[in-house]
Structure formats: C-alpha cells, structure tokens
C-alpha cells in the first residue's frame, strides 16, 4: 500500500483511510480491515494502529463498535438545524406517510457567470433536481437541489422511488462539512402552486450547502410551509462554541 512519505506511521494510517472515505471508496456502512490485517499490511503494532483509527474516531469518519468491529460512520440524520436533516424520516418520525414528487430532473452545465454554480460543478456539470416533499398527501415542502456531477456521478441515474435525493444523498456520500442559511420568504406564484397556497405566503427557507473535505457536493434551497415544519436546536455550556 503506498502512503505519503515523511509522516508518522500512525498518522500514514489515518491519511489514508480519511483518503478512501473522503473519496467514496469506502462508503458510509462498511466495515474497515480488522486491526490485524491493518497491522500487517502496515508492518506496525495494535497502538500505532489503534492510534490512526482514534484519531478518525474524532473527526466523526469511522465509528469503533466494541465486538462488532469498525465501521464508516453514517452521516447523522436528526434535525437539530446544525445537522443535515431526513425529511423523509423526520415526517416518518410523526407518524405520516412521506412521498416525493418529481418536478424536474437533468444533468446540466453550469450558468454561464454564475460563481456558485461554476465552483459546485469544477471540470464537470450540475445535476438539477427538483422536487416536492409531502407529509400526509399534502404539500410540505419544495426543494431545488443541485449537485456535483463530477463528485457524484451515481446520482444521474439513482432511482427515488423509496428515497429522495437528500436521503439518497445522506446514505451514499459522506459530508465533512455543512454551511445552513435560514430566512422567512414570501412564494413566488410558481412556488406557490407546487406548494397550493396563496402566491406571497410566507415560507421558511433553508439554503445549504455541504462538502467532502475540499470538495463541494450538494447546494439546495428548500420552501416549508410556514405552519407545517420547524427547526429545533438544543444548546449547554458545552455546546457553546457551536452557536
């Protein structure tokens, strides 16, 4: 196995590994090389082993299961406004039926003199996906998503039949970081038919974007139905430094 000259064993270990997951060669769910086998490829002892996978421990990349083994950790799916939500499984939590609608999907260039989208697709091209969350039969959400082809190929041609993209997403592809904007917004009359309301209701808007170490993922904007959805964040002393 090659691995990058002039570091510490235990941290060639855990560049490498971090490599493979960042990459989605490793995806969320599989399981690592026992301790052993990583022991023997590396020619190196338990510790300096069990110091790499530590220190992937901590970056939230794997998950140690006592007896189970070690394991790519999932991306979490609760709905504190600093995660990643599953709408899917939070309207599933409250005890409705979920489903999803297509409006629109392709695979598109980038905008000409749009930076954002320029920066989200690189070399390649943007995936456009939009499409309507329903709770209950009933409108709760209009979602417009756009996503790296280049970073995630798969998502061309991923069916959504029993997930939607942004689950689709949290299952298939580890993020490493996320960046929320939250605001009130009136519906536009498009907006506002997908949604059946009123033209200029008042939605929550939920802009996010989410990378994979350097690279840039996924940019969505989602409209909820004022009355019908919230965002809950618990915060101690602890937490401080997140707020």
Known sequence: ???????????????DFEQRILAGDLAPGDRLPTEQAVMQVYGCSRMTVNKALSALATAGLIDR??????????????????????????VRERGQSYAYRSIRRRTRPAGEGEDEEALLAGKGSLIE????????????????RLVSALAVPA?????????????????????????????AVAATRQEAEWLGVAAGVSCLCVER???????????????????????????????????
Do not use: N
């Not at 996906?129 to 417009?144: Q, Y």
């Not at 350097?214 to 009355?227: C, K, N, P």
């Open 1 to 15: 196995m090659t691995v990058p000259p002039g570091l510490p064993l235990h941290e060639r270990i855990r560049s």
């Open 65 to 90: 299961r006592k007896k189970a083994g070690t394991f790519v950790a999932r991306p979490r799916v609760h709905s504190m406004v600093l995660d990643v939500p599953d709408i899917a499984a939070q």
């Open 129 to 144: 996906i939009d499409g309507l969350h329903m709770a209950d039969g009933k409108a709760l959400c209009i979602e417009f």
């Open 155 to 183: 998502l061309a041609e991923a069916d959504f039949a029993t997930d939607p993209p942004g689950t689709w997403l949290l299952r298939h592809v580890p993020w490493t970081e996320a960046e929320t904007r939250i605001s």
């Open 209 to 243: 974007r989410t990378w994979r170490g350097a690279e840039r993922i996924t940019t969505v904007r989602q409209l909820f139905l004022g009355e019908a959805y919230d965002m809950v964040a618990r915060f101690g002393p602890a937490q401080s430094a997140l707020s």
